[in-house]
């Protein structure tokens, strides 16, 4: 359990950058992985995550490419997706697990 409330136990694909930018969240602190918390923010929160409402006086999307393009230059663009792609994708195995638990058993099947 982080200090957010939300269990992550890193078991699914990216969730050590949500566990990292919930935890940043947490702490008040502005870091590259919080802002890629708060851009998936609307799809974890009908996942039952607990995301605090944060507001900058830009899109977070804009935010974080920027802190990117400081530190990478041109590589901004490709690290950028990635981290987009990662955040999905954890997103979807999280949809994934959730359908799994609300299926309905078989009465054979064994813990």
Same mark, same amino acid.
């Not at 200090?3 to 919930?22: M, R, S, W, Y």
């Not at 804009?62 to 997103?91: F, K, M, P, Q």
């Given at each position: 359990?982080?200090?957010?409330?939300?269990?992550?136990?890193?078991?699914?694909?990216?969730?050590?950058?949500?566990?990292?930018?919930?935890?940043?969240?947490?702490?008040?602190?502005?870091?590259?992985?919080?802002?890629?918390?708060?851009?998936?923010?609307?799809?974890?929160?009908?996942?039952? @995550?607990?995301?605090?409402?944060?507001?900058?006086?830009?899109?977070? *999307?804009? %935010?974080?490419?920027?802190? +990117? &393009?400081? =530190?990478?230059?041109?590589?901004?663009?490709?690290?950028?997706?990635? @981290?987009?792609?990662?955040?999905?994708?954890?997103?979807?195995?999280? *949809?994934? %697990?959730?359908?799994?638990? +609300? &299926?309905? =058993?078989?009465?054979?099947?064994?813990?």
């Amino acid at each position: 359990m982080c200090a957010t409330g939300n269990k992550i136990d890193g078991a699914l694909p990216g969730e050590e950058l949500v566990q990292q930018g919930l935890s940043d969240l947490a702490n008040g602190q502005t870091t590259d992985l919080s802002l890629l918390v708060l851009i998936a923010a609307p799809r974890l929160r009908r996942l039952g @995550l607990a995301i605090p409402e944060i507001e900058i006086d830009r899109p977070f *999307e804009h %935010e974080l490419y920027d802190r +990117l &393009e400081r =530190r990478l230059g041109t590589a901004a663009h490709s690290h950028y997706n990635s @981290l987009i792609r990662r955040i999905v994708s954890y997103a979807h195995a999280l *949809e994934r %697990e959730q359908g799994r638990a +609300l &299926e309905p =058993r078989h009465p054979l099947d064994r813990d």
